[in-house]
């Protein structure tokens, strides 16, 4: 702009310098105007200057040719982005069927029903993460308790044996604890109140041997009854017990007679005694942060592979559909189709090794996501049981959380505050989406599989089919929510776009100005024999 200015300033002073000398000039060479005379015209500089002789410029705007510009650029900025979301969708189809839907669907091979952190509500839905975790019997009765007593299967030191010991008389009868009769001990045997299986279900999982067997041990919990009732009894709940009917179709309550008030109180009794054995809140949160770090960590990890490794298949196949358009646009590169090959093999391993910053951000990303989903997992499973798919499914949701919390808390620098939240805005619903194709993949698949030949290639069909419908479906939700424009964003981008183009225009107009100004210029030098001369 100051060029300008200089050169304004400096044409004014010129004219102002020769403006008072008269216009004299000496006698022309005839020769030189004979030379100019005989030239032909200059039909390229005429072209280039463009020159008009029409001074009659109007000033004012017309409405009209405003509007017809502006609502060209518009559609112009319209179809730049529909340009893009086409884009976006045709690599949003590869990175899905790599990722959720094809690498995704291997590692759900390690998914559990009920997550990877047994929950006293999966125990008592008989649910566990491990199989150390379930129950066994032997646990209880076999283990030698903190002083090194044991309930069973050391004879006459058995702790049973000892408990049935005590309770006899001098004639070897003791009382039925279920019953109130007396009967002979030889035709007892001492029940666990509260049943060891329901302790275990209740949180006996999380305890060692030791603590096991010292629950098992506590003449608390025990009680000296007919054999017959204990066998009946088993592990079901004593109340529910006395209700149900044998063959004969009577109840139990009665079948055995029963007495209700006494049963009761045993019950109270070791449930009590129960309460006391199990974990403490402190003991259950120890336990659920040790095995969910423990998970989360190898749960993290195969979240990173998936994610860093469908990163690499997502920029591997992207730069072959380059390559194998360059080939049909431009023929091949190399002498033959083997030095061609190995050409553009090289500049696609070359493109990927660039990329190395995306594997270790995507790996970082898919640790931290499967370290935190396996956390909600465990959270969601102390209320209700999750399945496999639903583990699924609050992974991929994780992760398109995290992404969009990443952009919130660090956005890129050009990037506003209300252009971050629209962007996030999409982040949460393309998850959503992602959520939704992992619930209707298992639908596709039963279809797939109903169709004979397609039986044997039924899972990369429906990664394909599940992929390709989720990336469309993805791309929809993220066009609806531009066209919703809540925050205002894509209006304000597209006044943007406009106002830049106009900049550029206007920038390119005074451009070719100056340069016909700097011709001006050199007509208007001081030596020039269009100024004034002193004569």
């Known amino acids: 702009m100051s060029g300008r200015i200089d050169r304004f300033k400096k044409r004014k002073e010129i004219l102002k310098k020769n403006q008072s000398l008269p216009f004299v000039r000496g006698v022309t060479d005839q020769e030189q ?3 100019l005379l005989s030239q032909d015209v200059d039909s390229n500089r005429l072209k280039i200057l463009d020159y008009s002789t029409d001074f009659n410029v109007s000033l004012e705007a017309n409405s ?15 179809k730049d982005r529909l340009e893009q979301l086409i ?9 899905s069927i790599a990722g959720p839907f094809g690498l995704g669907k291997i590692i759900s091979a390690y998914d559990k029903s009920g997550g990877n952190v047994t929950t006293i509500n999966n125990a008592n839905n008989g649910v566990y993460a491990k199989d150390e975790d379930r129950y066994r019997r032997e646990d209880y009765t076999h283990s030698k308790n903190s002083e090194g007593k044991q309930f069973a299967n050391a004879g006459k030191n058995s702790s049973g044996a000892i408990y049935t010991r005590s309770q006899m008389d001098e004639n070897y009868m003791v009382q039925d604890a279920y019953t109130g009769k007396m009967t002979k001990a030889d035709t007892t045997s001492p029940d666990h109140i509260e049943s060891l299986s329901q302790h275990h279900k209740n949180g006996g999982f999380m305890q060692s041997s030791a603590q096991k067997a010292d629950f098992a041990t506590d003449e608390d919990n025990l009680a000296l009854t007919d054999r017959s009732i204990n066998q009946s009894m088993r592990d079901f709940d004593k109340k529910e017990w006395m209700s149900k009917k044998g063959e004969s179709g009577v109840e139990n309550k009665d079948r055995f007679d029963i007495n209700e008030q006494k049963l009761n109180d045993k019950v109270q009794q070791g449930k009590e005694t129960s309460a006391r054995h199990l974990p403490s809140d402190t003991d259950k949160a120890k336990y659920y942060l040790k095995n969910s770090a423990t998970t989360g960590v190898s749960e993290g990890a195969r979240m990173g592979a998936q994610q860093a490794f469908g990163y690499l298949l997502v920029e591997f196949f992207s730069s072959a559909i380059v390559e194998i358009k360059g080939v049909y646009n431009n023929g091949l590169e190399g002498e033959g189709l083997y030095k061609d090959i190995k050409v553009r093999l090289i500049r696609i391993g070359r493109n990927i090794t660039d990329k190395w910053k995306g594997v270790v951000e995507d790996f ?5 996501s499967g370290f935190i989903s396996n956390i ?19 992974r991929e949701g994780v992760l398109s959380l995290l992404k ?18 629209h962007e996030a805005m999409k982040l949460i619903a393309a998850g959503g989406v992602v959520i939704a194709g992992v619930a209707l993949e298992e639908v596709i698949e039963k279809l797939v599989l109903g169709v004979p030949f397609l039986v044997p290639f039924a899972p990369v069909v429906t990664a394909v089919i599940v992929g390709s419908l989720t990336a469309i479906a993805m791309s929809l939700v993220a066009y609806l929510i531009d066209k919703m424009d809540i925050l205002g964003i894509i209006k304000a981008q597209e006044t943007k776009f406009i106002l830049e183009n106009l900049d550029k225009d206007i920038d390119e107009k005074l451009k070719r100005c100056e340069r016909i100004s700097e011709e001006v210029d050199e007509f ?8 004034p001369q002193s004569s």
């Not at 959270?379 to 699924?392: E, I, S």
């Not at 969009?404 to 939240?421: G, H, I, N, Y």
């Open 87 to 95: 884009n976006e969708t045709k690599r949003g189809v590869i990175s």
């Open 64 to 78: 009209a040719e405003v509007e017809a510009l502006l609502s060209e650029l518009r559609a112009s900025f319209h």
């Open 33 to 35: 105007v004979d030379k």
């Open 364 to 368: 970082s990303s898919g640790f931290i």
């Open 404 to 421: 969009a919390l990443k952009l919130v808390l660090f956005p890129p620098a050009d990037m506003s505050f209300a252009e971050t939240m």
């Open 524 to 531: 208007l030098s001081e030596s020039s024999f269009l100024l």
């Open 376 to 394: 909600i997992t465990t959270l969601v499973n102390m209320f209700v049981t999750t399945a496999k798919r639903f583990v699924r499914m609050i």
